[in-house]
């Protein structure tokens, strides 16, 4: 990436650093000689060119996924603030399990391969029935001054960690579960003024 990256003074105290041909932010410096990238906005591929790109959505849920499950398992932490660069939180997310277990005949209205929330690529078994492991989680949008008692609250606790993504990855991220809560049945998709997904 040397050479397609650039720094850009930011308002804060960090500097961003910016692909030079897409525009995308990539990371920032966070002191002299560091840089944090981002892993929702780098992929690393071998040399040898086997590399087949994975669709954006299904890249962005694996790799929150996998944020989640790590820390709920090496600090016990259920509940995570969704944060952007910017500083502002976007979601609150609560990791209910990581162990369900979803099942798909090939006749189901619905498409896995399509559109998959914190889960696995859809891994067929024998047969007409695909199964693929996935996160449930609860979820309440923070933006526009949404929910911002509750917020609030979040961030004060300490049994609630932070992720910080790019602002525009935590705006993904927020319809990829809105579009996963809309193909519930409408009896399932809230609990406790959360909304619920199970992808």
């Known amino acids: 990436m040397q050479g397609n990256c650039t720094r850009s003074n930011n308002k804060c105290k960090n500097t961003r650093i910016i692909c030079k041909r897409c525009k995308t932010m990539l990371g920032e410096t966070v002191s002299s000689g560091t840089i944090k990238y981002y892993v929702t906005e780098v992929v690393i591929q071998s040399a040898d060119g086997g590399f087949s790109p994975t669709p954006r959505s299904q890249f962005v849920q694996s790799i929150v996924a996998q944020c989640l499950l790590e820390l709920s ?111 519930l049945p409408p009896s399932l998709r809230c609990m406790n003024s959360f909304q619920l997904t199970a992808e």
């Open 73 to 183: 398992s090496a600090k016990s932490t259920f509940r995570f603030t969704i944060k952007g660069d910017n500083g502002k939180t976007y979601i609150l997310i609560w990791l209910l399990n990581s162990d369900t277990l979803l099942v798909e005949s090939s006749g189901s209205s619905s498409s896995h391969s399509d559109f998959t929330l914190f889960g696995d690529i859809l891994t067929p078994s024998s047969g007409p029935v695909g199964s693929w492991n996935a996160l449930k989680v609860l979820y309440q949008p923070c933006i526009q001054c949404r929910n911002k008692e509750l917020s609030d609250a979040w961030e004060d606790d300490m049994g609630v960690h932070p992720l910080k993504f790019p602002s525009e990855t935590c705006l993904e991220l927020l319809l990829i579960l809105g579009l996963s809560t809309t193909s």
